[in-house]
């Protein structure tokens, strides 16, 4: 493993700060069914936004497949929260 990169430290900050950003308000979460999907959805894209990130700094093979497939797995995720939202 090799130093951290300068830029991803950055990188994967701004990605918390999206992400609680799109976190909705106490105050609009009334049903513990949706108030979970509501805080889940903005957790499962800021995990695919952290996976683009590290594929960007890296070149490990076994870290590049691990990022693709959690990209995968998470995008799939947050359309089953979103439809069941609907």
Known sequence: MGSIPEGYSGAMGKTMIVMMDAMPPNGLLKNTDNAFAQVMIPHHRAAIDM???VLKYTTDQQTIAFANQ???N???E???M???LK
């Open 51 to 53: 996976a683009k990130v």
């Open 74 to 76: 998470e995008q799939v």
């Open 78 to 80: 947050v359309e089953q």
């Open 82 to 84: 979103s439809t069941f």
């Open 70 to 72: 959690l990209i995968s």
